[in-house]
């Protein structure tokens, strides 16, 4: 079926950048919306970024200007560059997807990633 692959993450310092990627794979039509959810220890998982396939982006109030997000679609692949890092970013990050599969018209089927650790020191 389909399986999200998320890379990137690692501790860096504050003030520094990091950059996630997600690639899709298996018996993909196309995919509508992707996008980035973290969730912090004690906290629930919140929408980070998102982006649509025409390249529509949202963004958490809390990393407008820090944060970008991007896809390829030709490769399946969502991107997260995160730039001006703070404690308060550390998290698992998991990736989403909304995916359109091969023969399944437009039913869309919701998949995650198995999350990637980003820890941000101070």
């Known amino acids: 079926q389909v399986q999200l692959v998320e890379s990137g993450g690692g501790l860096v310092q504050a003030g520094g950048s990091l950059r996630l990627s997600c690639a899709a794979s298996g018996s993909i039509f196309s995919i509508n919306h992707m996008g980035w959810y973290r969730q912090a220890p004690g906290k629930q998982r919140e929408l980070v970024a998102g982006?649509?396939?025409?390249?529509?982006?949202n963004y958490a109030d809390s990393v407008k200007g820090r944060f970008t997000i991007s896809r390829d679609n030709a490769k399946n692949t969502v991107y997260l560059q995160m730039n001006s890092l703070k404690p308060e970013d550390t998290a698992v990050y998991y990736c989403n997807a909304e995916v359109a599969l091969v023969g399944g018209g437009l039913k869309l089927y919701d998949h995650w990633g198995q999350g990637t650790q980003v820890t941000v020191s101070s």
């Open positions: 982006i649509i396939s025409g390249g529509s982006t």
